[in-house]
């Protein structure tokens, strides 16, 4: 499988506005599944340069990933999630609680949670483009 639970929002520059608010992704178990987690503003093979040029208007709020386990296929590393919000939109309140996911190659190390354009922390400590730690 290529994504566990998913959030994902259109850039471009013919896009309208718009909200995603109040989701709980809980319980879940994923195996061999290359982003277990993903929260995406720039979906659907857009060129990163028309996401910068036009980014999402999509904000998200109050999303709660919690308890989620299990195993990444690998093909991205060590890197388990990827929370990746546009810098028009607003994105706050996003938390990962509970969450326990690693790789084939490395089970006895929790993956890394990449992040991105989130205001605050996650909750887990998240590694941003720029090679920050944050939490």
């Not at 089970?107 to 730690?133: E, F, W, Y």
Request: one cysteine or more; proline letters at 6%.
């Amino acid at each position: 499988m290529q994504n566990g639970a998913r959030l994902k929002s259109w850039a471009g520059p013919d896009v309208g506005y718009g909200y995603i608010n109040n989701i709980t992704y809980n319980g879940m178990y994923v195996n061999n599944t290359d982003w277990p987690i993903v929260l995406d503003a720039c979906y659907f093979n857009i060129d990163p340069e028309v996401c910068a040029s036009s980014p999402s208007q999509v904000n998200i709020t109050n999303i709660l990933f919690k308890a989620i386990h299990g195993f990444s296929s690998g093909k991205e590393g060590q890197n388990v999630a990827s929370l990746v919000c546009s810098p028009a939109a607003v994105c706050d309140g996003i938390r990962l609680e509970g969450i326990d996911l690693r790789t084939p190659e490395n089970p006895d190390v929790q993956g890394t949670v990449l992040c991105d354009g989130i205001a605050g922390g996650v909750g887990v400590p998240c590694v941003s483009s720029n090679g920050t730690v944050r939490r």
